[in-house]
């Protein structure tokens, strides 16, 4: 993946350590994404057989410590192909803004 970022001109960092804050109070631990791109996109890479509720809850945990707003969950364990989603963090977004029933925006 790394790779092939670089070689799309994508801007990344892998591993990167981000500090994790909770109700506005900084956090000991640190949480290091598999990627993240742009400086604002949390890249998280599984192999499964499918993409499950505990990961996108995982990656929407993620962005709700970081203050990042957006993340991709990439599976290159289904099979015939590559699966991904879009998570977007809404709950820093006005109320009009429209979600789905878990609080996220998927495409």
Avoid: W
């Amino acid at each position: 993946m790394e790779i092939e970022l670089g070689l799309q001109g994508i801007g990344f960092v892998a591993k990167q350590s981000l500090r994790l804050e909770y109700k506005g109070h900084p956090l000991k631990h640190t949480y290091e994404p598999d990627l993240v791109c742009f400086g604002k996109v949390v890249v998280e890479l599984k192999a499964a057989s499918a993409l499950a509720d505990e990961h996108r809850a995982q990656l929407l945990n993620y962005l709700n410590a970081t203050g990042l707003d957006v993340g991709l969950l990439v599976n290159f364990g289904h099979f015939p192909g590559l699966e991904y989603e879009r998570i977007v963090n809404t709950k820093k977004r006005p109320q009009n803004t429209q979600t789905t029933q878990n609080g996220t925006n998927q495409i």
